[in-house]
């Protein structure tokens, strides 16, 4: 998939610079915890929580699943050696880079478009900022979580990338504001 | 539309993000068993009008399978708990009693 950006009541954007690792083992054990911590500068996140700094960070995607985020070029070497640390813990490391669409969404309506797909409440009193949401949008299984009151990501299998470009891009249609 | 609470994720999820999987604590009866149990693990399934234990799955989600009890007459939702058991929590029952006292669900009260 090639770039590629609609604009209108938000920018919708294909990341192409994203390296993604799954992690399947215990989060709450010590060792998991340390080495995720050592691998992305950041904290392992609290339930359905994601922590990010820039391109490196890890989401909570269930009580034994980390999503780990870390720029594309280093994803290889980075999973490689996770998989070398974690080598004597019950746990699985897989660079998923290259099987998941990143989508990023711009602009004020942010909450709004997200909320035309997802069966999701996204006011501010309930989707806080550092909180992640495995669900579906439209027809298809998604992740996003919001970067800032006017900035989502979302994530998606690869193989449904051009589907959800599409319904991002629809939900962002101009003139199609939920408060005009 | 149904809202269930998920224990392994601690969302709401719409029943649109969920998968249905059945009646909740069947004990599998297998090659060696009598015809009568091996019968009813295939095809006896409780069909009532009040209390029903379930199971559901969290897929578009956190893809954990979970129980919930839950009133098939009001669609009122009881709670939801672990899949990790064989009967239904006491917190569990003792919220259901309160609602509906003397309720009785195969061998559970
Ligand atoms: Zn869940």
């Known amino acids: 998939m090639s770039d590629r950006q609609f604009d209108g009541l938000v920018s919708v954007r294909q990341v192409q610079d994203q390296g993604m690792i799954t992690v399947r083992g215990d989060l709450k054990g010590k060792k998991i915890a340390t080495e995720l911590k ?56 897989v660079d998923v880079s290259d099987a998941r669409a990143v989508f990023e969404l711009t602009g004020p309506n942010v ?24 669900t579906r949008m439209g027809q298809v299984a998604c992740a996003f979580w919001l970067m800032s009151d006017t900035s989502a990501r979302v994530i998606c299998f690869r193989s449904v ?12 249609a101009p003139g199609s504001e939920v408060f005009a | 539309m149904l809202t269930l609470n998920c224990p392994y994720c601690g969302l709401d999820k719409d029943e649109t993000e969920l998968a ?5 604590h069947l004990k599998r009866f297998g090659p060696g068993s009598t015809d009568e149990d091996f019968e009813s693990y295939i095809f ?62 195969r061998n559970f009260s």
Not at chain 1, 82 to 91: I, P, V
Not at chain 1, 162 to 171: E, K, Q, T, V
Not at chain 2, 77 to 99: C, L, N, R, W
């Open chain 1, 38 to 93: 050592a691998a992305t500068g950041v904290d392992m996140p609290a339930q359905m929580g994601a922590s990010v700094k820039g391109a490196s960070g890890i989401l909570w995607m269930s009580p034994d699943e980390a999503m780990v985020l870390a720029p594309l070029g280093d994803a290889p070497a980075l999973a490689g050696e996770l998989q070398k640390k974690l080598s004597k813990t019950h746990a699985l490391v």
């Open chain 1, 111 to 134: 909450r709004d478009v997200l909320a035309k797909l997802a069966p999701v409440d996204t006011h501010p009193d309930v989707l806080a900022l550092g909180a992640l949401r495995r």
């Open chain 1, 161 to 172: 990338g051009d589907y959800m470009f599409g319904i991002l891009s629809s939900a962002a």
């Open chain 2, 20 to 24: 249905y999987g059945g009646e909740a």
């Open chain 2, 44 to 105: 006896g399934r409780e069909n009532p009008k009040g209390v029903h234990f379930e199971r559901w799955r969290c897929a578009s989600g956190c893809t954990k399978w979970f129980h919930a009890a839950r009133c098939t007459v009001t669609m009122e939702v009881f709670g939801t708990y672990s899949a990790q058991t064989f009967e239904p929590p006491k917190a569990i029952k003792d919220a259901i009693s309160k609602k509906r006292p003397g309720w009785t669900w």
